[in-house]
């Protein structure tokens, strides 16, 4: 019996229960010593390690409720973004915003604060109305701004902490549709334009691969209706698998390879159903750190990050991903200082990526950084604090609703026990 998230880099050798009703799963957490829940497996971070309990929610039985005023929706909280969506969507309805993957579950996106981009948009977790929770000693509850508000505010980026969730009521919107353009641009013109081009998208973002010079540019407009966009071949994503595994075998080539896929065309234009528009498929394995800097130094933090992998040649295979993000009143919300500008870098999974990402993301402290909890960082407890001026609160939150510690494990303890 064993568990690893979906790069293989985090693993555990723990039972593996999949509970189809909330009173199994209430019988299940009674009876453990230590408990953590997992959906997809996307975190980069060892969130879901357990010596002895690892709860999956995918087979929980539940249906959506949508309110009258259709302005909310109660949502089984292991249904996964690609679910759920597809389930507004029959319903006239979308998620305002989401990320460019969607096999995570609602909870475990919520948790980690998982989010999308735009200038005006906060991540999954600004969604979230209420939670109905199953605790350390089995009993649900709810818990929303009105009801246990403090409960309510640490469960809204919970690390999954503070219980299991099984249904959360989600702000929806009408549904919508959208036009992705993907174009190939130079990095110094994007750079001179970025906040006019944001101004101008609901959504934009970029890649940059850090030994070439162009960016790849994509944006999302809302559009007419249209029928969903046709079905896409894996051939770019196969080609880049090939590149990529001749930089493991040659690391000095990533420079002389990246700047030869630069070399190639970008462009291309879909539409369709939101929920059809924003994801990607994402089957190569990787590492992943990201890190939300002040929006205004986003850029700048970016190019030294990019000049010191030049500088020292290293052969960090994937390319940056660039974001906006706004500002949200979360308390362990790396947004909640202000809006920012969320920077991933990526190493290939067989490759070495530990020192890479080490240096990366001292210069992302240095603009005053703070990473996404499910990516990986190396924050200490002192650094938490530091960061965060409501972590105490929230650590006297925790141990309100689960005083034993049952849903902690090591890394957690290490900075909320």
């Known amino acids: 019996m064993g568990w690893s998230n979906w790069s293989g880099s985090v693993t555990a050798r723990a039972e593996v229960a999949r509970p189809q009703s909330e009173d199994e799963l209430a019988a299940l957490i009674r009876g453990a010593r230590k408990v953590r829940a997992t959906g997809a497996g996307h975190s980069f971070m060892p969130l879901c390690q357990s010596d002895e309990l690892i709860l999956g929610l995918d087979r929980l039985a539940g249906e959506m409720r949508i309110a009258a005023d259709r302005t909310t929706a109660h949502i089984p909280a292991g249904w996964s973004i690609r679910k759920l969506t597809a389930a507004l969507w029959e319903e006239g309805l979308s998620l305002a915003n989401q990320g460019d993957v969607n096999p995570q579950s609602l ?141 493991a075998k040659l690391p000095f080539l990533t420079p002389f390879l990246q700047r030869a896929m630069m070399r190639t065309r970008f462009d291309g234009r879909r539409r369709g159903p939101a929920h059809a528009i924003f994801p990607s498929d994402r089957t190569i394995r990787f590492e992943e750190m990201e890190y939300e800097v002040p929006r205004a130094a986003g850029l700048a933090a970016l190019d030294d990050v990019v000049g010191w992998i030049r500088k020292n040649r290293l052969p960090v295979t994937f390319p940056f991903e660039f974001r906006t993000v706004a500002a949200d009143d979360i308390w362990m919300s790396p947004m909640n200082a202000g809006p920012v500008a969320a920077i991933s870098m990526h190493q290939y999974a067989r490759m070495p990526w530990q020192s890479h990402f080490a240096g990366a993301e001292a210069i992302f402290r240095s603009f005053g950084g703070r990473p996404h909890w499910a990516k990986r960082h190396t924050l200490t407890r002192d650094d938490v604090d530091a960061l965060y001026p409501m972590a105490e609160h929230y650590r006297t939150a925790r141990r309100a609703a689960d005083p034993h510690g049952k849903f902690l494990n090591a890394h957690l303890e290490s900075l909320f026990s």
Do not use: N
């Open 107 to 247: 909870a475990g996106a919520m948790a980690t604060g998982t989010h999308g981009t735009g200038v005006d948009l906060g991540s999954l977790a600004t969604m979230a109305r209420g939670f109905r929770l199953v605790g350390a000693d089995g009993t649900a509850r709810w818990c929303d701004a009105a009801t246990e508000s403090d409960l309510y505010q640490a469960q809204r980026l919970s690390l999954g902490m503070f219980g299991i969730a099984t249904e959360i009521e989600v702000a929806v919107v009408p549904a919508y549709h959208l036009e992705e353009r993907i174009e190939k641009r130079r990095w110094s013109e994007v750079r001179e334009s970025y906040d006019e081009l944001a101004s101008q998208h609901r959504h934009i973002e970029f890649w940059l691969f850090p030994h070439a010079d162009d960016v790849i540019l994509k944006t999302l407009t809302p559009c007419d209706p249209c029928d969903p966009p046709p079905s896409t071949t894996d051939m770019e994503e196969s080609a880049f698998r090939r590149v990529l595994d001749v930089a």
